[in-house]
T-cell receptor, first 116, second 116 residues
Framework: AQKVTQAQTEISVVEKEDVTLDCVYETRDTTYYLFWYKQPPSGELVFLIRRNSFDEQNEISGRYSWNFQKSTSSFNFTITASQVVDSAVYFC?????????????FGTGTQLKVEL | DTEVTQTPKHLVMGMTNKKSLKCEQHMGHRAMYWYKQKAKKPPELMFV???????INESVPSRFSPECPNSSLLNLHLHALQPEDSALYLC???????????????FGPGTRLTVT
């Protein structure tokens, strides 16, 4: 069985602060994929990143960065210099490739509030 | 263009009504999905279509009936719903997983359904 844990239910920061959203996963698959999605109040889930289990290189995209560590089964997401527009629910998700390769296992989400 | 469109945006229906939700994508994706999302919860997978054929049904009640008339369209027919079916219904699409790769899903804005 696959499982994704986002222990932080809600985080509040002041604009321009850096913030890290934690994601811990469990899977027995040797090949798997990890994802982050953003869901603003409008409701649409916005795809942010996909990472496969063989690629542990960290990634940076503008103010966003991701730290993937297989040793600790974690795939954490950092927003640098946060902005009010970053306020949203962020979901970490996991997908295997056998049989249920179409199926995403979502974490419970972290509500991020960025205030002025 | 990474756009998935859904209509209507909002829908209010009585328990005896029949209605349909529509989803469209023009990204050439051959996998399409229906999710149900309750407030403050992650999306729950309902159905997956692969090459216009139903490949996954997550034990969804028969009052929800999916249909994939062609590679760009996905419908969800609703009949005799219950108030607890009120939720945000999200459509998504992706490249069809090939057994070794799991691709990111692109989501539409959703339909907010209220059953009275």
């Amino acid at each position: 069985a696959q499982k994704v844990t986002q222990a932080q239910t809600e985080i509040s920061v002041v604009e321009k602060e850096d913030v890290t959203l934690d994601c811990v996963y469990e899977t027995r698959d040797t090949t798997y994929y990890l994802f982050w999605y953003k869901q603003p109040p409008s409701g649409e889930l916005v795809f942010l990143i996909r990472r496969n289990s063989f690629d542990e290189q960290n990634e940076i995209s503008g103010r966003y960065s991701w730290n993937f560590q297989k040793s600790t089964s974690s795939f954490n997401f950092t927003i640098t210099a946060s902005q009010v527009v970053d306020s949203a629910v962020y979901f970490c998700a996991l997908s295997g490739v056998t049989g249920g390769g179409n199926k995403l296992t979502f974490g419970t989400g972290t509500q991020l509030k960025v205030e002025l | 263009d990474t756009e998935v469109t859904q209509t209507p945006k909002h829908l209010v229906m009585g328990m005896t009504n029949k209605k349909s939700l529509k989803c469209e994508q023009h990204m050439g994706h051959r996998a399409m999905y229906w999710y149900k999302q309750k407030a403050k919860k992650p999306p729950e997978l309902m159905f997956v279509y692969s090459y216009e054929k139903l490949s996954i049904n997550e034990s969804v009640p028969s009052r929800f009936s999916p249909e994939c008339p062609n590679s760009s369209l996905l419908n969800l027919h609703l009949h005799a719903l219950q108030p607890e079916d009120s939720a945000l219904y999200l459509c998504a699409s992706s490249h069809r997983p090939d057994g070794s790769v799991s691709y990111e899903q692109y989501f539409g804005p959703g339909t907010r359904l209220t059953v009275t």
